[in-house]
């Protein structure tokens, strides 16, 4: 049985392309963006990969994202479930504001923690073990089912909701997943065995 799960990063934001906090927000893709999404889609395409079922994020620049993709792929309508389990780490009071003034105004190395430690929220927002406790449970409960029923799955979501699922799955340490950067509009397949466990992983940025 293919037990298949793609995780894909949305395409590059408008306030990805400013420098800008965006957790929660709801900014759309840029030009670069969407082809970002469209490139996924090819990758995809000619790796000859299709999809049973398909999960997104509350936010439009992931669910944009999917669109592309399933577009490409020739698989517009296919069955997808939105959830805000799968939303970017909301980013507290520093949402919106640009990353290199933050880092001027609190430090490098404090805005580092911001981004990068596991369990140090930024003010006001989700750590990236808070992102996870969201994240974790809708996946177990809702996605990895279903992959191990056999549905092709495709999950196109957020960079921290991304990282804390393949903390999981990867099976990586704090400090393992804070060197993790996922690339925007960049897919990477998954082939898990029968309890969820991963048997492969294809990252298509490398
Ligand atoms: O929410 C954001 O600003 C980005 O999508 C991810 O931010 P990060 O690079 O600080 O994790």
């Known amino acids: 049985m293919d037990r298949l799960l793609v995780l894909v990063r949305h395409g590059q934001s408008d306030w990805n392309l400013k ?14 963006g969407v082809a970002e999404a469209h490139k996924a889609g090819e990758q995809l395409r000619d790796l000859k990969l299709s999809f049973d079922v398909a999960f997104t994020s509350d936010l439009s620049r992931a669910q944009k994202t999917l ?17 805000q389990a799968l939303n970017e780490r909301d980013y507290g009071d520093i949402t919106g504001m640009n990353k290199d003034e933050a880092r001027e105004k609190f430090g490098e190395e404090q805005v ?17 073990k808070m992102t996870a406790e969201r994240v974790l449970p809708y996946y177990k409960s809702e996605i990895l089912p279903r992959v191990l029923a056999g549905s092709r799955t495709i999950v196109a979501a957020h960079g921290n909701s991304l990282r804390s699922l393949i903390m999981d799955l990867e099976d990586l340490s704090p400090e393992e997943i804070l060197k993790r950067e996922l690339g925007t509009g960049t897919p990477i397949i998954y082939r898990l065995d029968e309890n969820g466990g991963v048997v492969s992983v294809q990252d298509l940025a490398d």
Do not use: A, M
Request: overall charge negative.
């Open 19 to 32: 420098n800008l906090f965006t957790g929660w927000k709801n900014p759309d893709l840029t030009e670069q």
């Open 67 to 83: 669109d592309i993709i399933l577009e490409e792929l020739g698989q517009t309508g296919l069955e997808t479930f939105k959830d």
């Open 112 to 128: 580092h923690i911001w981004r990068r430690s596991y369990d140090i929220p930024p003010p006001g927002g989700e750590s990236l």
